[in-house]
Nanobody
């Protein structure tokens, strides 16, 4: 079992940067693909980014490609989401998730464990 806790959200202005962190408990963290998803008010949850167990393979939603970077530190049981050039449309609750299959990690239904999320608000 993996427990996930996100941090790093907050209120920023358009163009600013934020780094989200997701700390995982359990000794099996390095076995899992990790993903970030977000949900804006009144909208469905959407995929943001994912990486495989080593971080060597990554995948991004088109809307964040070139602005966001996912990375992980297995020694620290932590996955990160560096968000640059933030836009008001990036405003959402961001959640990290762990899944056993990297190739399905863009689908929230394929993820096994979830954090509670951290709110990112980008003002214009």
């Amino acid at each position: 079992q993996v427990q996930l806790v996100e941090s790093g959200g907050g209120l920023v202005q358009a163009g600013d940067s934020l780094r989200l962190s997701c700390a995982a408990s359990g000794r099996t963290f390095s076995r899992y693909a990790m993903g970030w998803f977000r949900q804006a008010p009144g909208k469905e949850r959407e995929f943001v980014a994912a990486c495989n167990w080593s971080g060597g393979y990554t995948n991004y939603a088109d809307s964040v490609k070139g602005r966001f970077t996912i990375s992980r530190d297995n020694a620290k049981n932590t996955v990160y989401l560096q968000m640059n050039s933030l836009k008001p449309e990036d405003t959402a609750v961001y959640s990290c998730a762990a899944g056993s299959d990297y190739y399905r990690s863009s689908s929230w239904r394929a993820m096994d464990y979830w954090g509670k999320g951290t709110l990112v608000t980008v003002s214009s």
